[in-house]
């Protein structure tokens, strides 16, 4: 179940890296409607990986959880993701002259693509709706906060 979930998680962060990651011969960045596809897609397949392995292996997605549990494993993957985000944004300072918050957004959810591989791996719950509120939700928080710190840093001056 781990090596699954962490799996297809970490498959995700790959294809989202290399979206986001800038255009071989372009200076110009990755085209709109790709970083708004990536944008777009990423926490429902993150979400969709948490409810295959819930469908693979029904007798852990109804594990109870506390509330507590999932604020505080929210919380963790909302901080590494941060932290994540500010890596990939501050060396592209700069960089975007078409579409800065969207570059920026698609940045956010590689961030947090990565950041729910990891989370598959550090927290022992595998309940699917945790896994979704916990791990795949905060990929929208950081595809948000993406786009707005990416709309300040990203453009050029």
């Known amino acids: 179940l781990v090596a699954f979930s962490a799996g297809l998680g970490l498959v995700a962060a790959l294809v989202l890296t290399r979206v986001s990651s800038d255009a071989r011969g372009s200076m110009l960045g990755r085209p709109r409607p790709v970083l708004l596809l990536a944008s777009a897609a990423a926490t429902p397949a993150l979400a969709l990986v948490a409810l295959a392995a819930a469908g693979a292996w029904p007798e852990h997605a109804v594990e109870e959880i506390e509330p507590q549990a999932h604020l505080g494993c929210g919380l963790v993957t909302l901080a590494q993701g941060a932290a994540l985000l500010a ?37 022992p719950h595998v309940a699917a709706a945790h896994c979704v509120a916990a791990h795949a939700l905060p990929t929208l928080a950081l595809g948000v906060a993406g786009a707005v710190v990416g709309r300040a840093l990203l453009r050029l001056r």
């Open 87 to 123: 890596a990939l944004l501050v060396p592209r300072r700069g960089s975007d002259p078409i579409h800065p918050a969207l570059t920026g957004a698609a940045l956010g959810v590689t961030a947090g693509a990565w950041t729910a591989a990891l989370a598959y791996l550090r927290c």
